[in-house]
């Protein structure tokens, strides 16, 4: 009888062994589930976080007639630089009327234009050497990769809130110059 109680115990023994790794397997399989879980959530599941831009005042413009009479005047931002031009006036949530971005370019050329990742409807005004207005697209449609290209060789855009162009009148032929501290060096 002693030796049957003994082969019982070993018996329980050897299944409280066998036991315990299943125990450890099934506890690493729902830590790593838990984990991949939190991973998946937070890389797939969640739109990646975008970096919103505001207006900085660096200057102004004014917008003509041919014959030097003042149309309108706003302020500037300026993207002169290959890095500020690309990102020009994507996300940004909003910018107010008397606001607007002046691109300038090394030389004059066909330049053309897109609304990838912009939020804000824009006029777009193409501008040449002798900063006279040579082609203009009103009402952009945002958020998206259509070109908005320049007629005319161009060398600078400026884009302001769509309507306006229609609310100040501007048309092709108008001119426009600016001021501003770094501005100087851009403005021949």
């Given at each position: 009888?002693?030796?049957?109680?003994?082969?019982?115990?070993?018996?329980?023994?050897?299944?409280?062994?066998?036991?315990?790794?299943?125990?450890?397997?099934?506890?690493?399989?729902?830590?790593?589930?838990?984990?991949?879980?939190?991973?998946?959530?937070?890389?797939?599941?969640?739109?990646?976080?975008?970096?919103y831009y505001t207006f900085t005042k660096e200057g102004e413009l004014i917008f003509t007639d041919s014959l030097g009479t003042l149309k309108a005047k706003i302020d500037l931002e300026i993207a002169d630089n290959d890095y500020e031009r690309q990102l020009g006036l994507m996300n940004r949530k909003e910018m107010s009327e008397n606001q607007g971005m002046l691109f300038i370019f090394p030389k004059e050329a066909y330049q053309s234009f897109w609304m990838r990742n912009t939020f804000i409807s824009l006029d777009m005004i193409f501008v040449n050497e002798q900063k006279k207005i040579v082609t203009i697209h009103r009402d952009t449609k945002i958020l998206?990769?259509?070109?908005?290209?320049?007629?005319?060789?161009?060398?600078?855009?400026?884009?302001?809130?769509?309507?306006?162009?229609?609310?100040?009148?501007?048309?092709?032929?108008?001119?426009?110059n600016w001021m501003g501290t770094r501005l100087s060096n851009n403005n021949k």
């Open positions: 009888m002693a030796k049957k109680q003994s082969k019982q115990q070993i018996q329980k023994s050897s299944d409280t062994k066998l036991k315990l790794p299943v125990q450890k397997i099934i506890i690493a399989v729902i830590v790593l589930a838990v984990i991949g879980y939190f991973i998946v959530d937070n890389f797939v599941n969640k739109e990646p976080k975008m970096e998206t990769e259509q070109s908005y290209p320049a007629s005319e060789l161009s060398k600078y855009v400026v884009e302001v809130v769509a309507g306006f162009c229609a609310k100040h009148n501007i048309q092709i032929g108008d001119k426009i």
